[in-house]
């Protein structure tokens, strides 16, 4: 039972476009989701989170949206940069638990 | 400062054989995470502490697996009588906090991969 889905398991863009990357969930308990990125040969690195009790946050070049209602959350990124090309995974858990739920990524290729 | 580390980087071994994955947490962090990434999936978790004591070890596939935290820092993760299906990249993290809200930092190891021949 997959809790956290990441359906595109590749996306490409063009340097200076926007990346949209997508995740869905179905667990109406997750109150915390975060996004990280992942480099070859590397751990999963932070990249930005968002509360269940907002609907937007921005740091920089990356804005996380978080649709409740429709159990989905998605990560953009502008503009897009070629560093920014890595796997990026979309991430949720609970109030009770420190337990990160991951979804499968989705690997952006941002081409000069 | 230093970040997580994991010991060793690649690990190769024969099925039936005993291994043991070590994680080196960032100082003054309390909780301590790991999980299990197979190919062309997310991380899965496996267990977690808070200081010495096991938290949550819902994730750990069956008693084969065991993990330790001793004293509160370094964890290792155990397992006996490996299997082909053990392969994968066991990944470490730690953060600040206890962690039982979501809403502390899990900072993550480069992971260690093993190959179970």
């Known amino acids: 039972d997959q809790q956290v889905k990441q359906n595109s398991p590749s996306l490409s863009v063009q340097e200076g476009r926007i990346s949209i990357l997508n995740c869905d969930y179905t667990?109406?308990?997750?109150?915390?989701f975060l996004w990280y990125k992942k480099y070859p040969a590397e751990g999963p690195t932070f990249l930005i989170s968002?509360?269940?009790?907002?609907d937007k946050n921005e740091d920089g070049r990356f804005t996380v949206f978080l649709n409740k209602s429709a159990k989905h959350l998605s990560l953009h990124i502008v503009p897009s940069q070629p560093g920014d090309s890595a796997v990026y995974f979309c991430?949720?858990?609970?109030?009770?638990?420190?337990?990160?739920?991951f979804g499968q990524g989705t690997t952006l290729q941002v081409k000069p | 400062g230093a970040g997580v580390s994991q010991t060793p980087s690649n690990k190769v071994t024969e099925k039936g054989k005993y291994v043991e994955l070590r994680c080196d947490p960032i100082?003054?962090?309390?909780?301590l995470y790991w999980y299990r990434q197979s190919l062309g999936q997310g991380p899965e978790f496996l267990i977690y502490?808070?200081?010495?004591?096991?938290?949550?070890d819902s994730g750990l596939p069956n008693d084969r697996f065991f993990a330790v935290r001793p004293e509160g820092s370094v964890s290792t993760l155990k397992i006996q009588r490996t299997e082909r299906g053990d392969s994968a990249v066991y990944l470490c993290?730690?953060?600040?906090?206890?962690?039982?809200?979501?809403?502390?930092?899990?900072?993550f190891g480069p992971g260690t991969r093993l190959t179970v021949l």
């Open positions: 993290a730690s953060s600040l906090m206890s962690g039982t809200s979501g809403k502390d930092t899990q900072y």
């Open positions: 667990n109406s308990m997750f109150d915390y």
């Open positions: 968002i509360s269940s009790i907002k």
């Open positions: 991430a949720a858990s609970t109030f009770l638990t420190g337990k990160l739920i």
């Open positions: 100082s003054g962090h309390t909780a």
């Open positions: 502490f808070q200081g010495t004591g096991a938290a949550d």
